[in-house]
């Protein structure tokens, strides 16, 4: 029995290397997600998602930052200039900007409304709720108007992370993961699945993992 498991351990970790590596080579922008994110990651969702240190999607791992300080505050600015927000609102609008391919993290967006705030850049509005609802201030206007070229860089780097996130939908990839892992489940939770069923997925699985590594 002992044996038995040893094996399926080697033979498991096998298989999640190849993945990780085929994740690591094809992972998208920064901040964590590999190609199947759910957050989004590589096709999806983070780690450019949910960004480490001042411009976000950056910082752990020392992987480079997609935003610096500056351009993120813009960004910001821009977004607050269309229509007050909160700042999970602005989270969520910059990841819809980037075709769920980055979304700064609340650690790096929260800090940041504070400095705009401090700044008077923008200014806390009356809402409902706990949350803070905020807007840009004219002296917030002019700033945009003051860094225009960097602004448009800014938002031109969002709208380029959609049109490569399109290019490399991870669906098809998400919809085969699925139903091998519903098949091996099926097949494994059916009468007669002994130890040598077991060795014979694994080495399907192993299989499939080598050509993908080939392609």
Sequence with gaps: MHAF?????????GVHAHF????????????????????HGSFGGGSMRGGGGGGGGGGRGGRRRL????????????LLSETPRHGYDLIR????????AYAPSPGVVYPTLTMLADMDLI???P?????????????????????????????????SLAQQAEQVDGAP????MHNLSIAVRARLE????????????????????????RL
Excluded: W, Y
Aim: negative net charge.
């Design 190 to 213: 059916r009468e007669g699945a002994d130890r040598e069923t077991m060795f014979d997925v694994a080495s399907l699985i192993d299989e499939a993992a080598t050509k993908i590594e």
């Design 173 to 176: 990839i998400r919809r085969a």
């Design 93 to 100: 609008e910059i990841e819809s900007r980037s075709g769920e």
């Design 127 to 159: 809402g409902a709720g706990s949350r803070k609802l905020f807007a840009i201030s004219e002296a917030g206007r002019a700033h945009l108007g003051e860094n225009a070229n960097a602004l448009k860089e800014a938002m031109e780097r969002l709208t």
């Design 20 to 39: 990780a590596a085929m994740g690591g080579r094809h992972g998208r922008h920064g901040e964590g997600h590999g190609p199947f994110g759910a957050g």
């Design 67 to 78: 935003f610096s300080n500056d351009s993120l505050q813009l960004i910001l600015l821009q």
């Design 5 to 13: 498991m040893n094996r399926e351990a080697r033979r498991c970790s």
């Design 123 to 125: 200014a806390e509005q």
